[in-house]
């Protein structure tokens, strides 16, 4: 056990001193620090967008250059020609044209380079906006019968539950807010996977691509040093969680008291968020870490040189990708297709889905239990079979492959058994 410690120690302190680490680290706070810094001067340092304004009619034209608006501002220009010279001179930054002509409004906007999806769509919504007052006034309507038409329909979702009786209960909706949360959980243990599966698989093959191995399994047993290297960089991938959880701990306490935070929590149950849902999407955070860590050790340990480790992480990605996508892709769109609902028992891919089934709630809590149980057996079995494996692996020199290598482990692994039988 003393053994298994030291191992452990060494690769967290080495892992966590690294500037890479702390690079790792710091990355998220400077990319939110950006943002905030550049969302809270974008308006002190932005430009007004100058559009000029070619129409047939006149009197329309200038009345939309006295309107005002902060994505842009009209000038009236008296012909497309003159329109073409202000905006190669760049006096104005794109022009409309605008014809009004047998009551259909048409708007067609030049420019060098795009205004932003913003400017543009509210210029759209302008347009329309004219078209129905247009409309309105053919049809010798009223503002207030312009304004009913125009009238959104109400539109609300309610969560039912029935009890032993089978009568039906309403109660409160919380599958906007827990998707969300299901969705951040998810690109953050798919972060993790991809980041740390190589960290694990370089550990272990640098020592092997060395030769160093030999020595240190003269010393000590293969699975202690296999559990070891394992433990120490899951401790690494767990420190750099509570760092993140700590910071949102923290970030809440500070800005709990404003106002867009409480609208934001405002009508949100936090006894369902913070209860069975939660549970099982860190359960299946936690699982999922652990067994993408324990293939990728296995990984790592098939390779004969430290450059080969890309190759032989590529398939843990592969299959991690295809969990990730089919969970973000169909999860929110489609929760009850076939393709999430088998694929949320298969292990590895498992630890995507589910999470998103049950932020959907098409997942009963036996459902989710299963899937559990399912993946732990997966992750124990898997588990003892690369330490078993570990041994002949990081002695088998091969340049063909992983693959090849997995082979010949396995062929040495049986003909010990058989030396033991015998």
Known sequence: MNKFWIIASDVYKKNVKSVSFVIMILVPFIVMGIIYIAGSLAGGFSEDTKVGLVSDNQVLAEQLAKSESDEYTFKV??????????????????????????????????VESSLGTTTELMMSQMLNGLQSSLNASKLNLTAEQVSSLSQPANFE??????????????????????????????????????????????????EKGTRIMEVILSSTKAQTHFYGKLTGVILVALTQIVIYAAAIGIGYSQLKNLEIVKTFLDGISSANIFGSFLFFTLVFFVLGVLVYSVLAALCGSLVSKPEDTAKAVQPIIYIAMIGYFIGISLGPTDP?????????????????????????????????????????????????????????????????????????SISILKNERKKVTD
Do not use: C, H
Not at 176 to 194: D, E, K, R
Not at 369 to 396: E, M, P, Q, R
């Open 336 to 408: 009850q297709n076939i393709v999430i609902k088998v694929t949320s028992y298969i292990p590895l891919i498992s630890s995507f889905i589910m999470p998103i089934r049950l932020a959907s709630e098409t997942v009963s809590t036996t459902g989710a239990v299963i899937s559990v149980v399912i993946l732990v057996v997966f992750g124990i079995l898997l588990t003892l079979f690369s330490a078993k494996l570990y041994k002949s692996n990081v002695l088998v020199y091969s340049d063909g492959g992983v693959w090849k290598s997995l082979k010949q």
């Open 77 to 110: 220009v008296t012909s497309q020609k003159d329109a073409e010279k202000q905006l190669k001179k760049k006096d104005i930054d794109a022009f409309l044209v605008l014809d009004t002509k047998e009551g259909q409004i048409q708007g067609k906007l030049y």
């Open 157 to 206: 979702k309610t969560k039912v539950s029935f009890d032993e009786n089978g009568k039906m209960t309403t109660g409160q909706d919380n599958t906007a807010i827990q998707s969300a949360l299901s969705f951040v959980i998810t690109i953050i243990l798919w972060v993790i996977i991809i980041t740390y599966a190589s960290i694990i698989a370089q550990e272990i093959a640098s």
